[in-house]
């Protein structure tokens, strides 16, 4: 058995070895994915002709119901009328353009993501381009990093886009004015300010993981489309409301443009239900109240309850809380991003061939 | 110096070695030729010399003590991997961009005088290309790196006599013009004699012989290289029966 007892004995060249420049690879990576970037610019940039063509209108009429005066009169009813039913297929997060909004990052993600490595793999081009001079995690950071950056850059403009165009809708006053408000946590807050780039970014980073675990274009794309939906589905219904201790008051009218979170109801300084009374509560304290105007309120069935020693009482975040949370959830989603770029940097350089 | 020195040399996938013990030193400046049937571990040795993949067991060093997969080392060594992979939806011109620009050297040049004379148009997609043009813009693009290694993995499998002859003249050629050191495994045993000075033949697993082809052969008495592989073959398929 022959001892390895040479030293190792680095060549007179060695000592000017420099790494290949990282700049290089912004060629490179362009001409590997020019297409997937192209996909991404028609998709995007079809996007933001639409909410511009759409937007210009809305702003118009929104505008013109703003500066009418005197408010109540019925021409500036027209006005409010006229605003209040334009668009309604862009206004929630279930109309058709809240639908086509909140897939585009995980498209973007599953599309121009998952393929990164998993065609490398797949194709078994990876054999080439792990052996050339640049090295292989260096290669793997750069082409992830100018990608993720180049595709958040391209969302968080179309994200500009989108705050303008649902601008009217979120502004102050609107309820005063009889006009159409949306409150601006409930819907589309995916869409808006940094989560809209911060998400786009995810669904690119967690398509790249999944493209070096699964080694398949196809898999990994709809991997990344079923993860994604996962984290979107959980941030929403159960994550994002926490960022934040809420906000409690007993007071019953809570600003319209809150995030209620819960109502729970007292009496005598002790927990006595959660969420709407119930209707035999409401048969036992609350009968009289004057029939035929259609259906009461809320309001007046606390005002009754109330009378009767109950107290309501709401935890909701302020409207004012729109842009804190914003970049708490930015926040989490760079970080997690940056995880998992480390995780899929780990898996191709100890990934064996 | 050794080109490619290794020691106690393993790789398992699994519970399944393989390579095991494998302890060899090939010396520069020759054209070696890795033989063995298949299955008997020439790719993993040729994965784990390129630094693809990461030993089990003992080590390995390329180009005179570098640690296979090192800067250095990959600084050094251009491989061919089998069946060529190449980004098959872009334009030769992006290949040769691509690999230039992913290296400190390359002899641009030279890559473009050869795919000239290959008659191989720089805006065809490379996936466009026969099997023999692929293969030759393969090792056109690791020969223009300028490597002190060339490293191929069954290169000439696919290609038909033609094209094998072709493929085998350019590697030659580079050997001997530029002194470049060749690994190459391949099971097409006619191909390599013409230029394999240097024999490694693997069996399951293991090296069973290894060696100048000179010595080898006066030392088994064999008229040729094929006849000497082939009697080594035989003896671990009766191995293996047994």
Known sequence: MTAMTRPARPDEDDVRLRPVPWRRMAGVTWRQHRIALAGVAVLLGALAVYLWIAGLPLHHAYAAAVACHPAGSAACQALVGTFNSMDSHMTGAASPGGVLLQVVPVLIGAFAGAPVLARELETGTFRYAWTQGFGRWRWALAKLVLLAVVLAAAAGTVGVLVSWYYQPYFAAGNQALGLYEIPPFVTLFSLRGVAFPAWTLAAFVIGALAGMLIRRVVPAIVATLAVYAGLAVATGGFLREHYLTPLVTTIPNVPGTAWIISHWWTKDGRFAFAGNPSLNLLNQFCSSLPPGQGKPSVGTFAQCLAQHGYTQWTSYQPASRFWPFQWIEGGWLLALSALLIAATLWLVQRRAA | ?242
């Open chain 2, 1 to 242: 110096m050794n080109i490619v020195e290794a020691s106690g040399l393993g790789k398992r996938y699994g519970r399944t070695w393989a390579l095991r013990e494998c302890t060899l030193e090939i010396p520069a400046g020759r054209v070696t030729a890795l033989v063995g049937p298949n299955g008997a571990g020439k790719s993993t040795l040729l994965n784990l010399a390129v630094g693809l993949s990461t030993p089990s067991a003992g080590a390995v060093t390329v180009l005179g003590g570098r640690r296979a997969g090192s800067p250095a080392a990959l600084d050094g060594i251009a491989f061919v991997a089998q069946d060529t992979p190449l980004y098959k939806n872009l334009p030769v011109a992006d290949m040769i961009y691509i690999t230039r620009s992913l290296n400190r050297r390359f002899d641009q040049p030279y890559a473009r005088a050869r795919l000239a004379e290959l008659g191989i148009p720089p805006r065809r997609k490379a996936g466009k290309l026969s099997g023999g043009q692929q293969a030759q813009l393969a090792l056109t693009l690791a020969l223009a790196r300028r490597p002190r290694l060339l490293v191929l993995d069954e290169p000439v499998a696919m290609l038909d006599p033609i094209a094998r002859h072709d493929f085998m003249a350019t590697v030659l050629a580079a050997a001997t013009a530029d002194g470049v050191s060749v690994l190459l495994s391949s099971h097409v045993l006619t191909e390599l004699e013409r230029g394999a000075d240097y024999l490694i033949l693997l069996a399951r697993g293991q090296v069973r012989l290894a060696g100048a082809v000179d010595d080898l052969l006066g030392a088994h008495g064999q008229a040729s290289l094929e006849e000497l592989a082939m009697t080594y073959l035989r003896e671990t398929t009766a191995e293996v029966t047994r």
